[in-house]
């Protein structure tokens, strides 16, 4: 199993039940059978192209989540329609979408994936947790136009070898990081879009202050992503006078009745 030995203790339980599915998933589709596959998939769509389209007219890119719970808070919205949620963002303004697949802690799907990709044109992130090349190939054969990296759970080998892959099949990668020492390493690894998680993976406290802290030690030419405990105007005005642009948001959307309407309502 991957990780690294002060890998948060979250995640080492969520990799190793991926690593089960995974393992399922290769007993039924083999890598080469979902090589063969890759030339049916979806086209990509530049998914960090999109963030930077908004951002260049003054916008914030705003990556919009579709996450129907999760560890830290448990079920965050019974009606879960992950196509009528892509439909609302994209006319809320949604830049790009967020998918988890991710089945047992966030009650994701690849089929929520593929809904929420076919109802509008934003660009899709597959938010999971990979530590294997086979979970690469499966996401650009999903249609994702990107996949998420974090660096706490992955060694730099690893980290390399699948940042690699995942470019190779023309997708976009979002590097996440938590601290100084994962950010330097993101840096390292050639990484020119890099999510900064306010969330401490170790006790769920979540302050944007770690954007803040670790925004000044990210270079020009990079796309920083602010991610998680984003829930106020004052949030996205607090962000922004500190010229961050980029935002991923879940929660905030998820328990709004219309998430277009409330991504409108924190973004306009
Ligand atoms: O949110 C969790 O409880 C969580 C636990 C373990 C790993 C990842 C987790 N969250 C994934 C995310 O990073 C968030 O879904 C994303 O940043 C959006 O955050 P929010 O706007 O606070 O829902």
Known sequence: MSGLPDTPDILRRI??????????????ISASQLESQLADAPP???????LEARIAVGQAGVIAEIKKASPSKGVLREDFDPAAIARSYARGGAACLSVLTEADFFAGADAHLEQARTACHCPVIRKDFIFDDYQVLEARVLGADCVLLIVAALDDAQLSALYQRARSLGMD???EVHDGAELDRA???GGDLIGINNRDLRSFETTLETTARLAPSVPE???????????TRDDVATMRARGIDAFLVGEAFMRAES???RLAELFD
Request: no cysteine; glycine share 10%.
């Open 221 to 231: 030419g990079v796309r920083l992503v602010t991610e998680s405990g984003i829930h």
């Open 44 to 50: 990509v769509r530049g998914f960090r192209a999109a």
């Open 15 to 28: 990799i190793a039940s991926k690593v089960e599915r995974v393992q399922e998933r290769r007993r039924q």
């Open 187 to 189: 840096l390292r690894l």
């Open 259 to 261: 998430p277009g309407d």
């Open 173 to 175: 990668v979002l590097v």
